[in-house]
T-cell receptor, first 117, second 109 residues
Framework: EPEVTQTPSHQVTQMGQEVILRCVPI?????FYWYRQILGQKVEFLVS????????KSEIFDDQFSVERPDGSNFTLKIRSTKLEDSAMYFC???????????????FGAGSRLTVL | QKEVEQDPGPLSVPEGAIVSLNCTYS??????FMWYRQYSRKGPELLMY????GNKEDGRFTAQVDKSSKYISLFIRDSQPSDSATYLC?????????FGSGTRLLVRP
């Protein structure tokens, strides 16, 4: 069964360092997402991406964050200068299209755990 | 009022029990509703989704949506220890999903 692949599975970084989290969405999918989950808290939307541009972003997704699809397969989330509160699981997700009524039946990756010290 | 509310549990039941998990929501614009299962340190895995009020059944799982009450449920019949996980409701109307906080379920052998 096709799956969304994320790397690294776990990254430890020092506060202020740049981090890039990588995702390989399912090959025929067109819409890509990043969500995050701080330990013990709910899954939160960060950003959606379609046709090489951001479709929507949350208030969490400030200027420290950026997304990119550098080639036909990878989808990356960059955090320019990490803060302690960026420590979380970051999940990539994708869908083939927006389907009936715009439904987002997301397929999630296993996540990248980011620990900022 | 939070957009999506879900009792965090934990909910502990004996094997074979019927489990009922619930979420309420406040945004009447939500059009589609999902249930995800999440094992510890893993990504959410889609269980059920529906676009309309009513029931949808898939094996031991039944999803129920009541848009008039802004209330959704997931029922698990004949629960198994392998069903032990956190269950997340999620709903939306555009590019993003809003998740509940998740209910932790433990099915005791």
């Amino acid at each position: 069964e096709p799956e969304v692949t994320q790397t690294p599975s776990h990254q430890v970084t020092q506060m202020g360092q740049e981090v890039i989290l990588r995702c390989v969405p399912i090959s025929n999918h067109l819409y890509f997402y990043w969500y995050r989950q701080i330990l013990g808290q709910k899954v939160e939307f960060l950003v959606s991406f379609y046709n090489n541009e951001i479709s929507e972003k949350s208030e969490i997704f400030d200027d420290q964050f950026s997304v990119e699809r550098p080639d036909g397969s990878n989808f990356t989330l960059k955090i320019r200068s990490t803060k302690l509160e960026d420590s979380a699981m970051y999940f990539c997700a994708s869908i083939p299209n927006r389907g009936l009524g715009g439904a987002n039946v997301l397929t999630f990756g296993a996540g990248s755990r980011l620990t900022v010290l | 009022q939070k957009e999506v509310e879900q009792d965090p549990g934990p909910l502990s039941v004996p094997e074979g029990a019927i489990v009922s998990l619930n979420c309420t929501y406040s945004n009447s614009a939500f059009q589609y509703f999902m249930w995800y299962r999440q094992y510890s340190r893993k990504g959410p895995e889609l269980l059920m989704y529906t676009y309309s009020s009513g029931n949808k059944e898939d094996g031991r799982f039944t999803a129920q949506v009541d848009k008039s009450s802004k209330y959704i449920s997931l029922f698990i019949r004949d629960s198994q220890p392998s069903d032990s996980a956190t269950y997340l409701c999620a709903m939306g109307s555009s590019y993003k999903l809003i998740f509940g906080s998740g209910t932790r379920l433990l099915v005791r052998p």
